[in-house]
């Protein structure tokens, strides 16, 4: 049951992974990764990390053009 909590989080970061390894930017391709790994700590400041970085990816698929994706 928890892992249908965690996959739309672990769905979003594969897919911006995906993405910014085409653009080959590699930084924020590792960074995407390693962003679900905050689900380890049970701290607030993790739960709000994670929520910032699912905004973030939000806008920057907001903001690709679609013949780009």
């Known amino acids: ?3 249908l909590y ?3 989080v672990l769905l979003g970061a594969a897919s911006l ?3 910014f390894s085409r653009h080959d930017l590699t930084a924020l391709a ?5 962003l679900p790994a ?3 700590v049970r701290r607030r400041w993790a739960a709000r ?3 910032a970085g699912l905004i973030l990816r939000g806008l920057e698929w ?3 053009e679609p013949g780009q994706v």
Not at 30 to 34: D, F, N, P, Q, V
Request: overall charge neutral; proline content about 4%.
């Open 49 to 51: 990390a994670i929520q």
């Open 6 to 8: 965690l996959l739309p």
């Open 17 to 19: 992974w995906a993405h």
């Open 38 to 40: 905050a689900l380890l």
């Open 62 to 64: 907001l903001g690709t």
């Open 1 to 3: 049951m928890i892992l």
């Open 30 to 34: 590792a960074l995407s990764l390693m």
